[in-house]
Every structure is written in C-alpha cells, then in structure tokens.
C-alpha cells in the first residue's frame, strides 16, 4: 500500500481544466510525472491500483485539492492528488466504506 498527497492527478477526470494544465508539454499523458505514477498502475504495466478509482471508476470532480486564494472550494475547482494505490491482489478484498 502507498499512500499520500503525490501531487500528480493522473487522469484527465481528475482534474478541473486538464486542457489548460497540459501547457508545454506535448500532451498530458506524457507529463514525466504522470507517465511516471501510470507506469507503476496496473493501465501502465505496473502492478498497483488506484483504490479510489476501483470503487468509483468514472466519479468526476471528485477533487481533495483546491486553491486556497482563489477559494476554489467553494466551486470544486480543483484536483486529485491524494491517492492510496493498493497491490493489485488487494483490489478483490477491497471494500467500499
């Protein structure tokens, strides 16, 4: 189990404006830091898994992460970056609580 703020929101749904965070990099799956989680998921060829996203796989604006001087959690404008990535064994004794 890893667990923490890795301040990387990997999926698109995962984040408020994906199309404006992509800036200069060629695209937002190329981002290092995100092909760098994605590689150690299960979608990457890794063997973990995004808990949150096993349980709830298509939840948007599921967001724990906001700009406190713009008060961006008054209107979920925001990201996930916390994430608990399970072993993929893990996943069937997972439960939803």
């Not at 760098?36 to 096993?54: C, I, K």
Request: proline share 4%.
């Amino acid at each position: 189990v890893l667990l923490g703020d890795l301040n990387i929101s990997y999926l698109k749904i995962d984040h408020c404006a994906p199309e404006k965070e992509v800036r200069n990099v060629t695209g937002w799956y190329t981002h290092p830091a995100r092909h760098w989680l994605r590689s150690m998921l299960r979608l990457g060829g890794g063997h973990l898994e995004d808990a949150f996203r096993v349980l709830h796989p298509t939840e948007p604006k599921a967001f724990a992460c906001w700009s406190q001087k713009t008060s961006a959690r008054e209107t979920n404008y925001g990201v996930r970056i916390d994430h608990i990535l399970i072993d993929e064994h893990l996943v069937e004794v997972l439960a939803d609580s």
